[in-house]
T-cell receptor
Framework: GQSLEQPSEVTAVEGAIVQINCTYQTSGFYGLSWYQQHDGGAPTFLSYNALDGLEETGRFSSFLSRSDSYGYLLLQELQMKDSASYFCAVFNSGYSTLTFGKGTMLLVSP | NAGVTQTPKFQVLKTGQSMTLQCAQDMNHNSMYWYRQDPGMGLRLIYYSASEGTTDKGEVPNGYNVSRLNKREFSLRLESAAPSQTSVYFC?????????FGPGTRLTVT
């Protein structure tokens, strides 16, 4: 089966940089994704990494190291609106389904 | 283009009652999913449908049934609701590695 570990909560101040880590155990690896969910809202897709390295999308970047079964989401120039839960997720075989981590709640303070 | 829609948004059931949660997507996606989200548990897959006419069990299928009515619609049925099924239910559809979520149904079983 698949399992993912990520911190339950991270706090930071506006304008700072924060990194949310995710380690995974999986029988077959097809890629690591990140989703954002604001309180009371639906999850929304942020990024996907299939290969090692850093993927950048605006203020958000995602990193993957397949040899270490590890990835992280990097958020720069934090804004209050970035306060949300962030989930890492791995694909099961052939992109059929995703297994999600339990989520990291990010609290951004002024 | 509405994306993924779900009805109802809120529902209160008594133990033993039945109900069907409806989901529809207008993005012409083949794959659709039903998740439940409980505090501190992340998103857990109940059932999924990789294409019209097929359905498969996810991580937590007990107490639920699904129907893939056509390519657009995927419904989730609770035949005899139990308090343990109190949760937020999300429907999603996917294009390769990106999943799109509906707004959710908040279900309380008393």
């Amino acid at each position: 089966g698949q399992s993912l570990e990520q911190p339950s909560e991270v706090t930071a101040v506006e304008g700072a940089i924060v990194q949310i880590n995710c380690t995974y155990q999986t029988s077959g690896f097809y890629g690591l994704s990140w989703y954002q969910q604001h309180d009371g809202g639906a999850p929304t897709f942020l990024s996907y990494n299939a290969l090692d390295g850093l993927e950048e999308t605006g203020r958000f970047s995602s990193f993957l190291s397949r040899s270490d079964s590890y990835g992280y989401l990097l958020l720069q120039e934090l804004q209050m609106k970035d306060s949300a839960s962030y989930f890492c997720a791995v694909f099961n075989s052939g992109y059929s389904t995703l297994t999600f981590g339990k989520g990291t709640m990010l609290l951004v303070s002024p | 283009n509405a994306g993924v829609t779900q009805t109802p948004k809120f529902q209160v059931l008594k133990t033993g009652q039945s109900m069907t949660l409806q989901c529809a997507q207008d993005m012409n996606h083949n794959s659709m999913y039903w998740y439940r989200q409980d505090p501190g548990m992340g998103l857990r897959l109940i059932y999924y449908s990789a294409s019209e006419g097929t359905t498969d069990k996810g991580e937590v299928p007990n107490g639920y049934n699904v129907s893939r009515l056509n390519k657009r619609e995927f419904s989730l049925r609770l035949e005899s609701a139990a308090p343990s099924q109190t949760s937020v239910y999300f429907c999603a559809s996917s294009r390769v590695y990106e999943q799109y979520f509906g707004p959710g149904t908040r279900l309380t079983v008393t």
